[in-house]
Nanobody, 112 residues
Framework: QVQLVESGGGLVQPGGSLRLSCAAS????????MTWYRQVPGKERDMVAR????????TYADSVKGRFTISRSNVKSTLYLQMNSLKPEDTGVYYC?????WGQGTQVTVSS
C-alpha cells in the first residue's frame, strides 16, 4: 500500500538548520508532484513547499522563501526539505503528501 514516512525533525535553536526526509513506497514516486505541509495545534495544515514530478519546478510559501529548499530523488523515492535560518514560527508538525496519502509527520521545534 501507499506509504510515506517522514523523518529528520527535532529541536533546534533559532538560526539553525534541519533536513527532513520523506521515504515513499507503494506507488510510482516519479509520477507524482510532492508537497510538504506544516501544521500547528488548532490550525489547518499549510503548504510549505511543492515540487514537480521531475523536480524542475518548485513552489514555496512566502514565509519560507529563501530559507527552505525542497528536492527529491526519484531513484531513491525520497522527498527532502532543507530548512535553514529556522525561526520559532517554523515550529510545527511537517507532513509530506502526494495528494491523497499523508505520512505520520515529523515534529520540528525551533526554540532557544
Amino acid at each position: 500500500q501507499v506509504q510515506l514516512v517522514e523523518s529528520g525533525g527535532g529541536l533546534v535553536q533559532p538560526g539553525g538548520s534541519l533536513r527532513l526526509s520523506c521515504a515513499a513506497s507503494g506507488f510510482t514516486f516519479s509520477s507524482y508532484a510532492m508537497t510538504w505541509y506544516r501544521q500547528v495545534p488548532g490550525k489547518e495544515r499549510d503548504m510549505v513547499a511543492r515540487i514537480s514530478r521531475g523536480g524542475g519546478v518548485t513552489t514555496y510559501a512566502d514565509s519560507v522563501k529563501g530559507r527552505f529548499t525542497i528536492s527529491r530523488s526519484n531513484v531513491k523515492s525520497t522527498l527532502y526539505l532543507q530548512m535553514n535560518s529556522l525561526k520559532p514560527e517554523d515550529t510545527g508538525v511537517y507532513y509530506c503528501t502526494q495528494g491523497s496519502t499523508w505520512g505520520q509527520g515529523t515534529q520540528v521545534t525551533v526554540s532557544s
